[in-house]
C-alpha cells in the first residue's frame, strides 16, 4: 500500500502538484497552468480531472491520507483564500472545502511561506527544532514561524507577515499599499529596485546599464555580482543589510533557534548569506549575540509541494502525538 | 484551607510579594528593599525571613502551592537571573532552585513582563484569549507575548524583547548598549528625552523649561499635558507615534487579538492611548486594520505580584488541562 499525501502549491504562474509518502519522497508530480481560468470552478475542475488521472493509474494501491495546499493569502483557521492580489480570483475562496468535497479526504490550506515552514520542520533542517523561521525570497518576501514546535498563525491566521514590517517609513511604494515595506526592498523585485536606484546614484560602469527596467531580475542582478560588477555587488550587500536589521529585530520578538532562507533570492548563496549575516550580528541584541543559525533551505527539490504535503502529516503527528500522551498517562 | 501561590516580583528597588488565592485575592502583601544587600545570599536571607514570618501568621491553615517569580532579565526554562543591569548581583543567579531549596514548593521565575502576560490572562482583561500581547511602559519598555494560548519564551528562553527593536537604526543611545531601540522612546525615560528633545527644538513656552533634566520624570510630563502644555502634549502625540508603528510591526508577526498596556506610563490614559492608537491604525496592514484592540491593563492593584503568582496557576491548570484530555480520551 502507498501513504501518500498530495501536496498542491498554487503560484501566481502554475499550481504544481504531488504525491508525497512519509519518507518525503515524491512519487509523481505535475503542474496546470494557475490563471488560465477567470472562474475558480473552472480551474478546478482542470485540476481534479489532472489529479484524478494520475490517482488512477496508481490503481488500489494508493491510499490519500490527506491534501495539504499552499496559497497566497491562504488562511489556515477558515481554509480559505482571502483577496490574493496576485490571482484572477477575488474575495474570499473556500478553497479546502471545495477540495475536500471532490476527495473526500481531510484538506488543509495555509499560506505558501506556513508551508515551506512545515516542510523544513517535517522534512528539512529544521527537524528536531521548536523555534524557528523560514524566510522566502521569492517575487515577494513571505515568512512562516514555529514556535513550541506548532505555526505560528495568531488570532486571525494571518500572523508572519515579516514582508510587511514597515522599515523605512514613507519609502519605496508596496503593493499592499503602503510605503516602506521589508518587501520591497528584500525581494527579487527589491532586488531590482535597489540595481536602478544603485545605478541613478554611482557612476561605475556597469552591464545592468544596458537592461531596461522592465527586463531587470534578480538572475541577472546575481549573474552581474559574480562577475565582479561593482553595481550589483553593492545591490546584493544593501539588500542583505536590510534583511539583517530586519531579522535581528524578528530575532528580539520571537528568539528562533534558526533562520532558513528559502527560494530564488536564496539561492544567492554567499551574495546575500554573507551581508545577511554581518548585519544581523551587528545589529543583534546582546543575549542573542552569535546564537541565531542563519541556514539555507534544507529542502532541496519539489520544496513546494513537499511543504504543502507536510501540513498533512503534519496534522497527523499531532493527533499521534496526542494519543501517545493518552495511552501513556491513562 | 487557604490555598494560595505566592507571588514575588523583584523590581529595581523594592522587592514585593504576596499569597494570592486562585481567585486572585491577595490575603497579605509585603516588601524588602532589593539593593541593601550586595550579596544574593543576605538579600534571600532577609526575603525567607519576612516570608516566612506571614506563613506563620497563618498557621497550619495556609497551603502554598507554588512560588511565582517575575524578575528582569529572568530566564523561565533556567529559572536564572542572566546579566541583570539595573541589579546589584551580577553573573547568573540559580534564583528559582534557591527559592525552591527553602520553601520546597515548585518554583517558577519568569521577566518581568511575561509575568504581567500571565497575570493578564489568569485574572485580567485576556481572559479566554489564546493570542495577545503586553506591552509594559515602566524605565523601559517590556513585552509578554501569548501564542496558542502559551507564553512565547523562545529557544533561549529570552523572547519578546519588542522594546529592543531597532526603530531608528543611529538614534538615541540604549542602556543595551546600541542605539534607536524602541524602549529609548516610548518608555518613562523615553518620555523625559522627548520632552528635552521638544524644549530644544521649539520656542513655545513650557512648565516643563524650569525643571533640570535630572528631576524631568514622565509624571511631571503628563502633569504639564493635562494642563494643556503644548510641548507635553506633542510629547505624549510622538511617544504614541513611535508605538503606534511599533505595534503595527509586531502586529504584522504575531497577529494577536488584543495589546495592553500595563505600567505607569500606560496610566496617561488618553494622552497615550489616542496617539498610539491612531498611528498603529494608520500604519497597519490591510488585512489587520481595525481588528486588533489596543486595551489598558485589567489588572487593578497588586498587579505585579498578581502576575508573578499566575505564573503557577498557569503551570498548575497546564497540568490539569492535560489530565482532563487524558480522562476524556482514554
Not at 19 to 43: A, M, W
Not at 111 to 119: E, L
Request: aromatic share 8%; proline share 3%.
Amino acid at each position: 500500500m502507498n501513504q501518500v499525501a498530495i501536496g498542491i502549491d498554487i503560484g501566481g504562474t502554475n499550481t504544481v502538484f504531488g504525491f508525497i509518502n512519509r519518507e518525503g519522497k515524491c512519487l509523481v508530480e505535475d503542474s496546470i497552468p494557475t490563471q488560465k481560468h477567470g472562474e475558480i470552478e473552472k480551474y478546478l475542475e482542470e485540476l481534479f480531472s489532472e489529479i484524478d488521472k494520475h490517482i488512477a493509474c496508481f490503481g488500489p494501491d494508493l491510499e490519500i491520507v490527506g491534501i495539504g495546499i499552499g496559497a497566497p493569502n491562504g488562511n489556515f483557521y477558515n481554509g480559505t483564500i482571502e483577496h490574493a492580489g496576485n490571482l484572477r480570483w477575488d474575495g474570499v475562496i473556500p478553497l479546502a472545502q471545495m477540495v475536500e468535497d471532490h476527495f473526500k479526504v481531510p484538506t488543509f490550506l495555509t499560506n505558501d511561506a506556513n508551508a515551506a515552514a512545515i516542510g523544513e520542520m517535517i522534512y528539512g533542517g529544521a527537524k528536531g527544532m521548536k523555534n524557528f523561521m523560514v524566510i522566502t525570497l521569492g517575487t515577494g518576501l513571505g515568512s512562516g514561524i514555529v514556535v513550541n514546535g506548532e505555526l505560528l498563525y495568531g488570532h486571525d491566521g494571518f500572523a508572519g507577515e515579516v514582508g510587511h514590517m514597515l522599515v523605512r517609513p514613507g519609502g519605496r511604494h508596496c503593493g499592499c499599499g503602503r510605503r516602506g515595506c521589508l518587501e520591497t526592498y528584500v525581494s527579487a523585485t527589491g532586488v531590482k529596485r535597489t540595481a536602478q536606484k544603485l545605478m541613478a546614484k554611482y557612476r561605475e560602469e556597469s552591464v545592468l546599464r544596458d537592461v531596461p527596467f522592465n527586463q531587470l531580475n534578480a538572475k541577472l542582478v546575481n549573474d552581474a555580482a559574480t562577475g565582479g560588477d561593482k553595481i550589483a555587488i553593492e545591490t546584493f550587500e544593501y539588500t542583505g543589510q536590510m534583511l539583517g536589521l530586519a531579522l535581528a529585530n524578528a530575532v528580539a520578538v520571537t528568539n528562533p533557534e534558526a533562520i532558513f532562507l528559502f527560494g530564488g533570492l536564496a539561492k544567492a548563496g554567499d551574495l546575500i548569506f554573507k551581508p545577511t549575516q554581518h548585519h544581523m550580528e551587528e545589529n543583534m541584541l546582546n543575549i542573542f549575540k552569535n546564537k541565531v543559525k542563519l541556514l539555507p533551505s534544507g529542502l532541496k527539490s519539489n520544496a513546494a509541494i513537499l511543504g504543502a504535503s507536510a501540513l498533512v502529516w503534519k496534522e497527523l503527528e499531532n493527533d499521534e502525538k496526542f494519543l501517545n500522551k493518552t495511552i501513556n498517562h491513562a
